[in-house]
């Protein structure tokens, strides 16, 4: 049955698609870039069709080698982890997961003892320096966290948080409202016009004309950042109500008019197709969606 499949000529596209490099595919499988040249060009004649956009600068997978690596990527991953799990004695399952460096902070991390504890064998590593990932070329990668409105089609997508901002301010601070007005935190990403966006619908929500009055805005670059200045009484804060969660929870911070509300985006947990099917992943995924739930 599957004696006239190429599996060396396969098992070499797919290190090439994925790291969309010849000469990297070398270095993977040990061999030269000329032998890479030489098993992809086998394939393509073999198929009949191009699988790689051969550009000055590198290599762009075509339309079909974007289908072929797809299939052969989730392929190759069953097989290794059948293969690892007959191990007489398998390592400690490890995953790497990547997010924003505040989801980390202020969600992921403050939860994931309920996870040691229902998996200890299982090490969750988390990749937050915010440099954007494509997970079908980053193979250390196990599950990405991700921020946003944007669909993923040709990503496996295992749940979504979604939020909605308010605004919150540390107990002294609501209590002291009626003083005067009130200094406001936002946070002010590279880029990014979010924060800047909410204060003005929150506020056009609310009926209140800080903004137009001229209220004193402090800026910070991270929102675990402006939290923690709320906490510390500098002022009100427009905040996630995933990122704020604990800080309410635990009485470091209050909602101030809890009945305004702004709609925000979501958080998805995303891998590549058939990883799902990992162990370590599978349990992760199970557990992110309790959380969630």
């Known amino acids: 049955m599957f004696a006239s499949l190429p599996i060396a000529a396969l098992r070499v596209f797919e290190s090439a698609a994925r790291h969309l490099s010849f000469k990297a595919a070398a270095a993977e499988l040990s061999v030269t870039p000329a032998a890479v040249s ?38 190759l991953l069953d097989v290794a982890q059948a293969v690892d799990a007959m191990r007489p004695r398998p390592a400690a399952g490890a995953l790497m ?34 440099t954007p990932v494509n997970l079908h070329q980053e193979g250390r990668i196990d599950v990405a966290i991700r921020y946003g409105h944007a669909e993923s089609p040709l990503l496996r997508s295992a749940g979504r948080l979604q939020e909605t901002f308010g605004v919150y301010g540390a107990p002294a601070r609501i209590a002291a409202l009626s003083d005067g007005m009130p200094e406001l935190i936002t946070v002010r990403w590279r880029d990014s016009t979010l924060y800047d966006d909410g204060w003005q619908a929150w506020c056009e929500a ?82 992110l969606a309790q959380e969630w739930a």
């Open 38 to 75: 030489h098993q992809v060009r086998a394939l393509e004649s073999r198929l009949g069709v191009a699988l790689f956009d051969r550009q000055p600068r590198g290599v762009a997978l075509t339309a079909e080698g974007e289908r072929l690596f797809h299939r052969l990527h989730g392929a």
């Open 206 to 287: 609310a009926g209140e004309r800080w903004l137009r009055q001229g209220a004193t805005m402090r800026a910070y670059d991270e929102e675990s950042y402006a939290l923690q200045a709320a906490i510390a009484g500098q002022g009100l804060v427009l905040a996630s109500s995933i990122m704020v969660s604990d800080s309410v929870r635990n009485g470091l911070l209050l909602p101030y008019r809890p009945e305004i509300a702004v709609a925000g985006a979501a958080y998805t947990a995303l891998c590549v197709p058939g990883r799902e099917r990992h162990p370590p992943v599978r349990a992760f995924l199970a557990w």
């Open 97 to 130: 997961v990547t997010t924003s460096a505040s989801f980390a902070a202020l969600w992921l991390v403050p939860r994931l003892g309920r996870f040691y504890r229902a998996h200890p064998e299982i090490q969750v590593r988390i990749d937050s320096d915010g």
